[in-house]
């Protein structure tokens, strides 16, 4: 989803599905592909991506960098009733960026998701059973 982000919006949202179906993908990474001030967002069928994560329990990231902040709260709201896990990061390339998870958990806040909904608030052994039983939801 990193790439060909001006494919058509049936086809972009037909690769996000695949993603979010495969066993092998946990969270689906900063969905929206924004960046603040310099791109847009994809143009995806947001209710099939939110279906598709929710059956699959596939959860979708809210990244705290400042420069993306991406799932925005709204979207995020819209997973949580759709019945989505989020997953919150600082979305750090260095060191001093790791303080960027805070602005992940103020946007949770924002879209007024539970530590229920969050993956990463999980036990270990919580968090590892939910990866293991990804292929069998997938």
């Known amino acids: 989803l990193h790439v060909a982000r001006r494919q058509p919006r049936a086809e972009l949202t037909r690769r996000t599905l695949s993603a979010i179906r495969s066993p092998h993908v946990d969270v ?51 997973a949580v009733e759709a019945g989505c896990l989020l997953a919150i990061d600082s979305d750090a390339h260095r060191t001093e960026e790791l303080d960027y998870v805070r602005w992940g958990v103020d946007q949770a806040r924002r879209a007024w998701a539970e530590p229920r909904h969050v993956v990463n608030t999980r036990s270990r052994a919580d968090l590892l059973a939910w990866v293991a039983g990804k292929p069998a939801r997938a």
């Open 28 to 78: 689906i990474a900063h969905p929206s592909g924004r960046m603040i001030q310099a791109r847009d967002d994809l143009d995806l069928d947001w209710d099939a991506v939110f279906a598709a994560a929710a059956a699959t329990g596939t959860a979708l990231e809210i990244n705290g960098s400042p420069h993306r902040l991406d799932l925005a709260p709204e979207r995020a709201r819209r």
